[in-house]
């Protein structure tokens, strides 16, 4: 079992930055992807950015060039940098781990975009 806890949330202005983190309570092994998901009121969850283990990224459209996904050295650690947020932006974000096919989620984390 993998527990993932999320910090970095916030209220910040449109056109503000937050940095998102998430770290999963061991070391992770094997083919894996970490990666982020949001939830805003009303809608379904939805894919914002994933990385695997050696690096692969993918973006969702409404995000790229504005966000960046990366890991941390010890590889159990998933960073989100957001830039130019939007309020279309503001959502419960929420880290995601799979990790052999065992799929993993974190409690989430609330961002606010202001207008």
């Known amino acids: 079992q993998v527990q993932l806890v999320e910090s970095g949330g916030g209220l910040v202005q449109a056109g503000g930055s937050l940095r998102l983190s998430c770290v999963a309570s061991r070391s992770i092994y094997g083919d894996n992807t970490m990666g982020w998901y949001r939830q805003a009121p009303g809608k379904q969850r939805e894919l914002v950015a994933v990385?695997?283990?050696?690096?692969?990224?993918n973006y969702a459209d409404s995000v790229k060039g504005r966000f960046t996904i990366s890991r941390g050295n010890a590889k159990n650690t998933v960073y989100l940098q957001m830039n130019s947020l939007k309020p279309e932006d503001t959502a419960d974000y929420y880290c995601y781990l799979n990790n052999m096919g065992y799929v993993y989620w974190g409690q989430g984390t609330q961002v606010t975009v202001s207008s």
């Open positions: 990385i695997t283990r050696d690096g692969t990224t």
